[in-house]
């Protein structure tokens, strides 16, 4: 994982950890950013994540809370296996944004 893919790593955890009102204003840039990246990286389990990310995308659009956190469990969930087969500089990260992912869907069904 390049440097430019861990401080974007470190940026989306830093929106996460304020709640999903905290990330609202910064997620649709933050998202197709991430899209862009994992296309690019040529991984058919990347490119099921940034599909998964445009999925994300439409749901915030149409404010669909249920579509929102059913999509972020998804996330969550290829994010922690990603993390299984990231580089060591990156796999921590990757848990991370995994389960603070996990608990922001959860946050939602509540």
Do not use: R, V
């Not at 669909?64 to 993390?83: F, P, R």
Request: charged residues 10%; negative net charge; without cysteine.
């Amino acid at each position: 994982m390049s440097a430019s893919s861990t401080s974007q790593l470190d940026a989306t955890i830093q929106a996460l950890s304020g709640g999903l009102s905290g990330a609202a204003p910064a997620a649709s840039g933050n998202i197709t950013s991430w899209i862009s990246t994992l296309n690019g990286a040529g991984s058919p389990a990347l490119s099921a994540i940034a599909s998964e990310l445009e999925n994300l995308q439409t749901a915030i659009s149409s404010g669909d809370g249920s579509q929102i956190s059913q999509s972020l469990q998804t996330l969550g969930e290829h994010t922690t296996k990603a993390a299984a087969s990231a580089t060591p500089d990156a796999s921590a990260k990757l848990e991370q944004l995994g389960q603070t992912l996990s608990s922001a869907a959860t946050s939602l069904k509540g």
